[in-house]
């Protein structure tokens, strides 16, 4: 059973920064994603990792802000948030793809919220 479990969420003021953690079952080779979902508003993908070749993709919203990597060893998964704004505050999901290679995002945590105060 693939079950990405999050941790690392809580409320900071504007500004400021937060890590988030993900760790699940089986890593190397899989494409693991970050995504939230703010009140009223649809779950966006934020980044993503190609855990094999470290490759890394973020959405306009959060890039040159957030920093997605991974700790091989731990099977884990990060996500670095900084520069923090109110409009973050939503409840972040850590992502895993259902095979090798494949950003088919079939496995997802239960989420950890993140508020962003003003």
């Known amino acids: 059973q693939v079950q990405p479990v999050e941790s690392g969420g809580g409320s900071v003021q504007a500004g400021g920064s937060l890590r988030l953690s993900c760790t699940v079952s089986?890593?190397?080779?899989?494409?693991m994603g970050w995504y939230r979902q703010a009140p009223g508003k649809e779950r966006e993908e934020i980044a993503r990792l190609y855990t094999g070749s470290g490759i890394a993709i973020y959405a306009d919203s959060v890039k040159g802000r957030f920093t997605i990597s991974q700790d091989n060893a731990k099977n884990t998964l990060y996500l670095q948030m900084n520069s923090l704004k109110p409009e973050d505050t939503a409840m972040y999901y850590c992502a895993a793809g259902t095979k090798a290679f494949s950003c088919a995002f079939g496995y997802w945590g239960q989420g950890t919220q993140v508020t962003v105060s003003s």
């Open positions: 089986r890593y190397r080779n899989y494409c």
